[in-house]
């Protein structure tokens, strides 16, 4: 694919423009002005920023499926998970921010999703920032009223005789869904499993992906 | 501090509506649920909101409510659930 | 009064599976509440940011972008605590025009 569309424009690309030259908005300008104003008065510095956008860019829901993982084939670590998220995570090197993890597990009987109806509360340092959708109104107003329906429109589709329970995230927890390991792959290596665990199976509107069809 | 509640009790969350800014979301309110578990004492959101400090402390609770009596024309199941963050100075013993 | 953000429950249309790589001046927007925030500095706690967003009103609330809400409530905290002034700000956005008309 990526051939053919050389071939067809052969070195015709335009140079991608850098974001930097794309004309900003009165709130990209706002943003640039009250952090020169804040550096300026040394409230902090560039390098503090930098710092904090590296810490973002190292969260991301690779960790999170670390931690599913583990637990997946780890009892006694799925344990300890269950009973304190918080201390877990930082067992495997993922340090939490201020507010607490707590992990709460799907079932044969039980099916748990996450939802902020008062903003937009998500795990950032198992899953790093939230998908668009978890913050929009459709997402946040419905999900506590009318989970089935918005699993549905994931393509989840529950058997019947599983609960679904909703956790709203209102104050200073934070939470993690740790998924049913799928069937067939007990012969799985950790690592391979964790590829197996989705950013959206972990916030509960889907399940995780199936294992892999391999030769015999 | 000691939590007032314990886990497994019958609590009702407070009918109230007053401005500012408020962490009991507005459909749970005046609903009753049961205690899923203590968790630790916070600062007042209500009283951070406002640049001051939230002392003393709040016991936070998970609140457990069945989504039938939550919503009276509830569609799914009848286990099904919504857990809730819910200050100590929200609830009531139902 | 039951607020604009405390939608939790209302009714809504479907879930649209949207998102998008943040771009760097939103990550830098959650930066500067990240440190602004932090025990060391406490100078804007997040309920703060919580309620400045709160007390946009349902209009501008709809109007403006995620990390929009936030920096407008983040410059709201700081002018209101003294942090910077407006007299400060209104020069340095002057700056800042100016800089990106003569191309950086």
Not at chain 3, 5 to 17: F, I, Q, S
Not at chain 3, 25 to 44: D, P, Q
Not at chain 3, 58 to 80: F, G, H, P, Q
């Amino acid at each position: 694919m990526h051939a053919d569309h050389d071939h067809v424009h052969p070195h015709r690309h335009p140079p991608q423009p850098d974001v930097e030259d794309t004309p900003s908005t009165y709130y990209q300008r706002l943003e640039e002005a009250v952090r020169e104003l804040l550096i300026a008065k040394g409230i902090f510095t560039g390098e503090d920023i930098r710092r904090t956008l590296e810490i973002y860019d190292s969260q991301s829901p690779v960790l999170g499926g670390k931690v599913v993982a583990r637990a997946w084939v780890d009892p006694a670590y799925k344990a300890r998970l269950l009973a304190d998220g918080s201390k877990a995570v930082e067992e495997l090197g993922i340090p939490m921010d201020t507010t607490k993890l707590v992990v709460v597990e799907n079932t044969p009987a039980v099916h748990n999703v996450i939802v902020c109806t008062l903003c937009s509360c998500y795990p950032r340092p198992v899953l790093g920032l939230p998908p668009d959708w978890y913050k929009s109104r459709n997402y946040r107003s419905r999900t506590v009223r009318e989970p089935r329906a918005v699993l549905a429109e994931f393509g989840t589709q529950l058997p019947d005789g599983v609960d679904v329970r909703v956790h709203d995230s209102t104050a200073d927890m934070r939470y993690l869904v740790l998924p049913m390991r799928p069937a067939g792959t007990e012969g799985m290596e950790e690592a391979a499993l964790a590829e197996l665990v989705t950013r959206d199976s972990m916030i509960g509107v889907s399940l995780p992906r199936a294992a892999p069809v391999t030769a015999p | 501090m000691n939590a007032r509640f314990n886990a497994g009790e019958k609590v009702h969350v407070r009918w109230a509506d007053p401005p500012g800014h408020l962490r009991t979301p507005y459909y749970i309110r005046g609903k009753n649920g049961v205690i899923e578990r203590v968790l630790d004492a916070f600062a007042n959101p209500e009283e951070l909101a406002f640049g001051r400090d939230g002392l003393p402390k709040q016991r936070l609770y998970r609140v457990r409510f069945r989504q039938a009596e939550v919503w009276p024309d509830y569609q799914g199941q009848p286990g099904d659930t919504v857990d809730v963050e819910i200050y100590e100075h929200w609830l009531e013993r139902a | 009064m039951r607020g604009h953000h405390d939608m939790g429950g209302l009714p809504a249309g479907p879930v649209e599976p949207t998102e998008h790589n943040y771009a760097p001046w939103e990550k830098r927007v959650h930066a500067l509440l990240t440190l602004l925030s932090h025990s060391s500095r406490g100078i804007i706690m997040v309920d703060e940011l919580r309620i400045g967003i709160e007390a946009l009103g349902a209009e501008e609330y709809d109007r403006l972008s995620y990390y929009e809400r936030w920096i407008v409530s983040i410059t709201n905290n700081l002018l209101k605590k003294g942090v910077i002034s407006t007299d400060e700000l209104g020069r340095k956005l002057a700056e800042i025009e100016a800089r990106e008309a003569k191309g950086q």
